[in-house]
Structure formats: C-alpha cells, structure tokens
C-alpha cells in the first residue's frame, strides 16, 4: 500500500509538497484551519470584496523560471501578467522606479544617484553576476544543507561553472554591507535606505545582517520578470488544492490540528483536528506552529516579524488612473525621520499595491480600487495591549498609514472603506502572529540553514521558515524539496 501522508496547513509550502505526493502516488491528506486555502497567498471576502491575505506578487513564473518548472511538472498553468514597471520605492530624498527592462533600471541609477554612478553601476553588475550564479543552484533544485543525491550535480556545476563555483564560495560569508564596502557605496545613505527597503521585504533584515547570496537574487529578480497572477496568489493555491483532489488526496479547511503524537511503537503519527482523526506514515508541518518538540522552527529563539495590514476600497478617477498604467504594480514607502517619529508600533517600509477590485465570485467591480498595504510589527506588543489600548492604537497606525500613502498618492477624498489588520488578526485567521519566516543571515541562511528534514524521519517541516526561506517561490520550493526527500525515500 502507498504511504500515507498528513500536511498541517494549506500554504504555498503544504500545497507544493501535497501536488508533487499525490502525483506520485501517496495518499494525500491536507488539514487546514481556515475557511480557504494559501494562507498568507490566500484570500478572504469582507463585505463581497475579495482581499489577499498577504502575498500580491509572484517571481519565478517567466520561461524556464523556477515556479514554472514546478507548476509544469503539476500540469499547471496559471493565468499571469509580467510586470515592466513593478515597483517604485518612495525615499526621503526621491522615488525610484524598478524596471524589468536591464536598460531602464540602469538609466535609473544613474539618475537617483548621480554622485557615484559608477561605483553604484559596479556593485550592482557584482550582485547581478553573484544572482545567477545562484540562480543556477536554485534552477537545479539543490537544497541546503546539501544532501547525498545532489552532490552530483553540484560537482557537475563546479566542473561545467569553476568562475560561478568560486563566485559562491567567496561570497558564502558576506553580507551586503560587505560587498557595499567593496565597491565604496557603504556610506551612500540613499543607496543604503533603498537596498535596506528592498531586503526588509524579501529577506526579513537589512544590509548589515543580510546574507549576499540569497540577497543578490532578492535584489535582482525583477529583471527575470515579476507577475501579478489573475485574482491574486490565492489563484496559484486553489490550482494546487484542485491538483491534488485531482489526484485522489484530500483537502479538509476549517479542520485545525490540535495534537500531533508518534506513536513509537506502531512507528506512526496520530493526528487529531476537529474534524479528522487519523493516523500516517508521515507528517509534513507547514502550519509554521509547534505541535510539540521539534515539530516546528518555531520553538527555536529566532526573531521573526509580525504584520499590520491595511485593506482599502478607493473609487471615483484613480480606478481610470490604474487602468491606463499610471500606477506601477507596487509602492514602497520609507517613512522620513519625522514620520517615524509619528509611527508607533511598526517599523519599516510600508508596502502599498493597487489592484482592480473584485467580489467574492472574482468579478472586477470597474469603477473601484483595491488597495492593500502591509508594515512589519513586532506581535508581542499587541498580544500585551488591553482590548481598549488595541482599538486605540490599530486605529492611530491605520491613520497614520493612510497619512503617509496620501503624501504620494492623494486618496483621502477617495476612501470608501479601509480596514485594518494586525498580529492577532492574522493569528484568527492562519494560526500564527509572525508571518513571513526567519531574517536570511549569513546563520540563518547559509551556515545552519532550516532544512525541511526534522530529527525525525517520519516529520517534514516546509514554508517559509524552512530553507531556502520567506516568499511564496522559496515556499513552494521548500514544499518541492520534502516531496522529492519522500519520494525518493532519502531521508
Ligand atoms: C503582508 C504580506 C505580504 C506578502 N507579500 C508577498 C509577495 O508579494 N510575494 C511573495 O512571494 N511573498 C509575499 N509574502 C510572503 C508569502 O506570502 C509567504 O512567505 C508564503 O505564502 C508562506 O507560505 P507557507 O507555505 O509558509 O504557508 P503559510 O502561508 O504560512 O500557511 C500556513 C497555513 O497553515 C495553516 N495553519 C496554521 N495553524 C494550523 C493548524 N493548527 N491546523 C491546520 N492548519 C493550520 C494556516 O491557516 C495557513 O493556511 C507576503 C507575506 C505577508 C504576510
């Protein structure tokens, strides 16, 4: 008989390692605690609109790129639009604008920081060089802590790649600020304010903590292309979900775990949520959460951010606006000293986007705008308010948010709803009050990275804080990995 298998929670992660089983031939059970699957690349309806649970771009999906690889293996396609202008980063001392185009995006270094385009040009023509050359390491599908059976084509890249080979083993200790140093751009405060923009959204720290590997490709991606998917990420999660009932497994939502015990002597897992009690061969945790001693990166001492989310109905011109492509896909916001000064209780850039809107069957409304921003927060700090201080400083952070993307893109005449989510939301609605995993350091990402194997070789933990880390591409790569260890009975 074919093994079975429980995945705790429904993320890209769960999904990713739960398509790849079924399709080999596993039987598949995923237990999810919410009412939809994705999590944190999910979606929830309030009041017949549909809003992303967190995750709005996709990476990875251009030809050959690593998402599509895995989707094309699924038999999976899902409808996309590649992104030319992704992003513009609102600084203190300006915007710049992220292109695709490699032309373009030079162009704009030059232009924002025209006192060392040069040494600016040379750090990132390094970083680009240092991206594919993980690149080549990601496309093969090699994870850390490298294993036996990829050992092959690691000495198959050293021999075919020997510049690429000592690129990476150079560069293995470095972080950011390191290579800044190198090229003289470590005192260019603009420079840094916008790299530190950057990785506090892709890699959960900033230039001095951040690992240069995974960084260079962080920093770079939106050359290779970045997409918005049709309806928004949760699209990718329900064709996963759709795949693996396809296949024969089994998708349970509103049924959380509540315990997970080995049983030592009949050397399986009994798993019990409100609405499934069984027992399986193997578990693979993605719920982010502990269920007991090594179940989970969770127990580990490891900082991990929570978020504050706005979620905003605008109508009237500025749905004509973003039509026309006036809007890029994104805006990053870095508050000035002043505005800090005025922000409580988060920290950061704040990440606004503007989508058409939708009702909850997915049909755009044409005369409205979506907009959805997102700031990191630490979670203790509202698990410790009262529920009078809570409502009194949700409020203050929403204001002041909304404050602040009004200096850029005037909207306060235009608001037709705004609500606002904190830690404790997201812990009602996915289980967990940190969301988008560990800071990619040189430990965390280089020297112990979190491989997917536990102590226990019934138990996998995937999602973002497994290896290779946070986002919805390395998600599904950790989901990919598991599967593979499974399958091929390597662990
Ligand atoms: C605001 C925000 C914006 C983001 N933007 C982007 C972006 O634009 N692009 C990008 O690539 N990434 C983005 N990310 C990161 C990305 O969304 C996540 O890294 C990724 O989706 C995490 O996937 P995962 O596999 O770890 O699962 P998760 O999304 O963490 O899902 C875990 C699942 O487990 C379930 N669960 C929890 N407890 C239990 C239980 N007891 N029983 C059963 N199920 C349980 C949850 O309900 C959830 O469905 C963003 C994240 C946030 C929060």
Redesign the pocket.
């Known amino acids: 008989m074919s093994k079975s298998i429980c995945i705790?929670?429904?993320?890209?992660?769960?999904l990713t390692a739960g398509a790849y089983l079924a399709k080999a031939g596993f039987q598949v059970t995923i237990?999810?605690?919410?009412t939809t699957v994705?999590?944190?690349?999910?979606a929830y309806v309030r009041k017949n609109r549909t809003f992303p649970t967190?995750?709005?771009?996709?990476?990875g999906l251009e030809e050959g790129g690593v998402l599509r690889s895995l989707l094309e293996d699924l038999d999976i396609s899902v409808p996309n639009e590649l992104l030319d202008h992704p992003m513009d980063v609102v600084l203190p001392t300006g915007k710049i604008s992220i292109y695709r185009d490699a032309g373009l995006w030079e162009q704009e270094l030059k232009r924002f920081f025209p006192s060392n385009p040069k040494e600016v040009l040379a750090f990132w023509n390094e970083l680009h060089r240092i991206s594919l050359d993980v690149l080549r390491i990601v496309e093969n599908r090699i994870a850390l802590p490298v294993q036996l059976h990829d050992l092959q084509k690691l000495i198959k890249i050293a021999i075919t790649s020997p510049g690429s080979s000592l690129r990476l083993a150079r560069y293995s200790n470095w972080t950011v600020e390191d290579l800044m140093k190198k090229y003289k751009v470590d005192q260019l405060e603009p420079f840094r304010q916008f790299l530190n923009a950057q990785l506090i959204d892709a890699v959960q720290t900033d230039v001095s903590n951040a690992a240069l590997l995974p960084s260079s490709l962080a920093l770079t991606i939106y050359r290779n292309g970045s997409f918005s998917i049709d309806q928004g990420l949760v699209t990718l999660c329900r064709a996963l979900a759709n795949r693996i009932t396809v296949l024969g497994g089994n998708v349970h939502l509103s049924?959380?775990?509540m315990t997970v015990n080995f049983n030592k002597s009949l050397r399986n897992w009994e798993v019990n949520?409100t609405k499934v009690q069984d027992q399986y061969d193997i578990v693979i945790n993605?719920?982010?959460?502990s269920f007991g001693s090594g179940t989970s990166f969770m127990e580990e001492e490891v900082f991990s951010w929570g978020?504050f989310?706005i979620d905003a109905i605008l109508d009237g011109e500025i749905a004509k606006e973003l039509n026309d492509g006036k809007f890029p896909f994104a805006l990053q916001i870095v508050p000035t000293t002043e505005q800090y000064k005025l922000l409580r209780n988060v920290h950061g850039p704040i990440y606004v986007t503007f989508h058409h809107s939708r009702d909850r069957s997915g049909n755009v409304i044409e005369d409205e705008v979506m907009m959805t921003a997102?700031v990191h927060t630490q979670p203790s700090q509202w698990f410790a308010f009262t529920k009078e201080q809570y409502k009194y400083e949700k409020e203050l952070v929403r204001k002041d948010i909304i404050d602040i993307i009004h200096q850029t893109v005037p909207l306060k005449d235009l608001l037709r709803s705004v609500e606002a989510g904190t830690p404790l939301t997201y812990k009602k609605f996915?289980?967990?009050a940190e969301?988008?995993?560990f800071p990619l350091s040189v430990k965390n990402a280089i020297r112990s990275p979190k491989s997917v194997r536990s102590g226990n070789r019934q138990l996998y933990i995937?999602?973002?804080?497994a290896f290779p880390g946070?986002?919805?591409?390395s998600?599904a790569l950790s989901g990919y990995y598991a599967a593979k260890a499974i399958i091929k009975g390597l662990h």
């Open positions: 705790i929670g429904a993320g890209v992660g769960g237990l999810e605690l919410a994705g999590g944190s690349a999910g967190g995750a709005t771009v996709a990476f049924s959380p775990v949520s993605n719920a982010g959460v978020a989310r997102s996915v289980g967990k969301v988008g995993g995937v999602g973002e804080q946070p986002g919805t591409l998600s």
